[in-house]
């Protein structure tokens, strides 16, 4: 016989499970474009912002189905993310790794206030309210089911190219070996571009479910952009399954906090939990010790 | 020759408020200095590549210890001020030292310190009922106006006279490091840090040295900028927001060149500020819009910043290499 209380935090764990996949697809991305770039995209969170506006207009202004518009909006960010790689990385990929951070930090403001320029500072949603599944006394938001399992999806997905085809693998040899792989007949560019793309439409799937349960503003990815790179560094950046293990940690800290306190300490709680653990494995989680 | 023209201009910009009395120009020159001042902090961190997006988090520190002490227990500012960077400073270590001893470095120490100000800024949101969360805070105003007890002064010539002076004081700090020893220890760690190491620079402490300095500076900015503006919010003091401009402006004026986040502060203000004067409301966002795609082309095509590769063009002394 559970008690009330037992009920409650049964929820909280619950909901934790669900919040680490949605943290997990967005660690994704980044941590594939870190692991095989070796660049960090400060400006990611702002990525899914404007993959959370062109669904928002696709859904709402031009009335299209909604599978359909995340469709258009995965391969829409996904574009975005070789824009960017062409444009700002690709002439600093020779220079200082700290000053392609700041190029995208650039970008981060850049698009940021274009947003604002654009589309006002209004908070908009989609409208689409999602029922909340109730079971056993504990209510489970169904936005919340759909993104954990997408996240999955895109997980496994993920997996199955890099595992499985020739793309995948040239991606894998570059994440391990930058000198020797051009050597060996692979266009690192090429590479380059294919990664950008699949770590743009990994941002654009995240939008597609973050839309659901958040709404839209150009400031939107300050809310989820930290604890997204926060989450990756835990992880060991580049390291996907760390992320993983990371992003489950992070979501059942603030999940949990959040019940006995505010949400903002839920974030408190979770940061100064990173700022330990860097300090007693500063590779990431699962980094052996070399 | 240079050293005149130097005499000349400090000369020049103390005299100003004697004899000009303008109040909106002279709160632009005194928002110009005090940024100045915080960008100059940042830089004799970020010169050594050590980068920091922490820094939101020491100017959130120094300005809210010193607004709440004045606040709660009726500390003047000439106590609370110390209090905040002391603070800071032991934040300083807290995060630094093992950052240091554990040799996290690069991408690593960014985005770590990065957590950091999101943690003030969380903290700041979290404690709404005593920090006022995002609706900002204010120090009480003191009955009679002008205090030097209560550090609130109503009139702009006061304030700028202490903002030059505190960024005449930035340049000095400055200078001295670019003259000292810990300056050759850290450009050697900067190259090399396991041959430097080897060369017998104690890396931890030379690292941690100049970490406490630069945050401690910090924070007594963002404590005068509480009590100039005597209005803060946890977007304006604190956040990643902060630390991003603050790099911005460093790395656009030039962070090789003691006067480069000076020329930062300048142009990223008077930016934004003639962008309000000229389109109002209609503005907002246009100015980051503006920061957002020069500090792009600026680390792509000019790295050294703006006076970092002009200062070559006029001086015969050689630049030092990014």
Known sequence: MLGIFDIYLFEALLNGVLLGGVFALLALGLNLVFGVIDVVWICYAELIMLGMYGMYFLYVAYHVPFLLAAVVCVAGVGVLGVLLHIVVIQPLLGTPPINQLLATGGVLFFLQSAATVMFGIDFRNLGIRLPVLEAVGMYISYARLLAFAAALAGMVALYQFLARSYTGAAIRAIAQDRQIMPLMGVDTRRIYVITSLIGGALAGLASCLLVLQYDVQPFVGLTFGPITFLICVLGGLGNMIGGFVAAFLFAEIISISGLYLDLEWGYVFAFAVFVVLMFARPQGLLARRS | MTRTVRWIAAVALLALPFVYHEAYPLHILVLILIWSFV????????????????????????????????????????????????????VAVLIGYPCFR??????????????????????????????????????????????????????????????????????????????????????????????????????????????????????????????????????????????????????????????????????????????????????IGWDNIVYGAVLVSFIIFLPQGLLGSLLPRFTAAPARAA
């Not at chain 2, 961190?45 to 020491?58: A, E, K, Y």
């Not at chain 2, 945050?215 to 919010?233: D, E, N």
């Open chain 2, 39 to 90: 960008y100059t902090s940042w830089s004799i961190m970020g010169c050594f590549g050590l980068v920091s997006f922490g820094h939101g988090g020491f100017l959130g520190i120094g300005a809210y210890i010193t607004a709440l002490s004045w606040n709660y227990l009726h500390l003047t500012p000439w106590l609370g001020i110390p209090l905040s960077m002391l603070a800071a400073a032991a």
């Open chain 2, 102 to 283: 554990l040799r996290i470095t690069g991408h690593y120490f960014a985005l770590l310190t990065l957590a950091l100000s999101a943690i003030v800024l969380q903290v700041v949101t979290a404690t709404r009922d005593i920090t006022g969360g995002s609706l900002g805070y204010t120090p009480e105003r003191y009955q009679g106006g002008s205090s030097i007890y209560a550090l609130q002064f109503l009139d702009k010539q006061t304030w700028y006279l202490i903002a030059f002076g505190v960024w005449i004081a930035g340049l000095l700090i400055r200078y001295a490091i670019d003259r000292s020893m810990l300056r050759y220890a850290l450009e050697a760690i900067a190259e090399d840090e396991d041959a430097a190491s080897a060369a017998g620079v104690h890396v931890t402490a030379e690292k941690l040295k100049i970490t406490v300095l630069s945050a401690v500076m910090t924070a007594f900015a963002g404590a005068l900028y509480c009590q100039y503006q005597l209005f803060i919010s946890p977007d304006t003091v604190s956040g990643i927001g902060v630390s991003l401009q603050m790099v911005f402006a460093a790395v656009v004026g030039g962070l090789y060149v003691p006067l480069g986040p000076t020329v930062g502060a300048a142009i990223t203000i008077l930016l934004t500020e003639t962008l309000r004067i000229s389109f109002g409301t209609a503005a």
